[in-house]
């Protein structure tokens, strides 16, 4: 079987068929080979952080990544050819991660770094001007910095009641990487310029309903975090308590529903009901993405196929759908929407599974929420499915959700000494390289390229 995986779970739409998807052992045994030729340019480094392994794959989190070593390489491949941005998101829990200085001003689209740095090619997403990647922060400055204002202000305008006001608001301080409005706005803007890129005299600006969809998307992820922090009784996130460590339990729940109630309003206000229909599924995903962690199976294969669709259904769903929704909203035919909808798809994958790698290589401070916090939950993130192939001592400890002492610090040693981590990359790193050719499909436009660099960002993000 090539590394093309199979599909093993229900994606939740007609893209089935391209969902990655993996027979463990023979993927581990493709993958590994792919991870043997990266090892030869990552140098591992074993630090102590406190009573916590770290392995960093040659990179200092905050600094360097992965993916900037593989650029060393002679011949740009995949991901790191698609993706070009060598920027990271990291650098130091809440706040402090890559973000442009100040907002934008009218004028060509500002530039973050090299596309390619040892290449002399021209690179189409490049900005014509200055040569190098579209920054999506600087080119959304100004949209994105009125997108949180205006979230609290339609929840303001809901209650009545202040400390519902108050707890409701709590996330929406501009401090997260917000990446859901952002790949929302862009691919808005893409699509807009690809469905009218005929048709010079049409007006190509972001709509006001693609707009709400980008407020929506942020808002039903928000509540879905609110509820998160309460199952797994969080009390740090974005490098500051989380709600659940300042309010009790019973109003914090009740805040993320008054979200959820508020984005339905929304969503309702836009009054087209195919947008509707895709909306609603994100949050029917959620909740069965999140019931569905609560489970294991019995086998590697079932519990591949599990965590993939948990995966899909818990992150990628709600970035596949808010994309397709603002590409329904430019009038934009099916095969766009399902092109809209798949480049989603896939950062959302990739975008879970680094986030499943960082809880294992990443300190606390660096993530601004609690690190290693997967295993502790019980949970048998990719990594650890990955390195049961190695050891498989480790599947009695995943049946019985690491609950035995000494379980969670054995399955980290474990995952440590397999590939399970670079594995987990490498599958990331597919994801990102689909992503990027999809969107290489929209014609070219600085909205374009910042798609391109948010594959790049996601992959190399250290936070
Ligand atoms: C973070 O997971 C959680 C999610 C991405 C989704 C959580 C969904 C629910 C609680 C279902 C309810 C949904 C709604 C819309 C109210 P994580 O714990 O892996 O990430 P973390 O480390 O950031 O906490
Ligand atoms: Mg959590």
Redesign the pocket.
Known sequence: MAVSMLWLGDSGCSSVLNMACISTGRLCARVERFCQFSHSIQVRKKTTIGSTKLIQFGFQPSSRSLTQGCQRLPTRTSVEATCGASTVWGGGGGGGFWRPLSVASAGPPPAVSNHAVNSHEADPDADPQTGKAVDPYRLLAEEMSTLFHDIRQELRKNTSKPELERISCYYFDGEGKALRPMVALLMARAINEHVHRHRPTVDRGLLPAQRQVAMIAEM??T???????V??Q?DF?RGKPSVNALWEQKKVAMA??FI?AVASMMIARLRNNDVTIVLSQV?TD??Q??FMQLGSKETENERFAHYLTKTYR??ASLIANSVKAVAMLSGADESMTELAFQYGRNLGLAF?LV?DLL?FVSSAAELG??AC??LQ?G?ATAPVLFACEKFPELNPMIMRRFSEPGDVEKAFDYVHRSHGLDQTRFLAKQHCAEAARLARSLSTSPYRSGLLTVCGLVLNRTK
Not at 223 to 229: G, M, R, T, V
């Open positions: 039903i992820h509540a879905s975090l609110i509820h998160d922090d199952i797994d969080s996130r993320g529903d959820l949050v959620l909740v993405g999140e818990k992150t879970q986030d809880d929420k609690p916090a997967d939950l949970l």
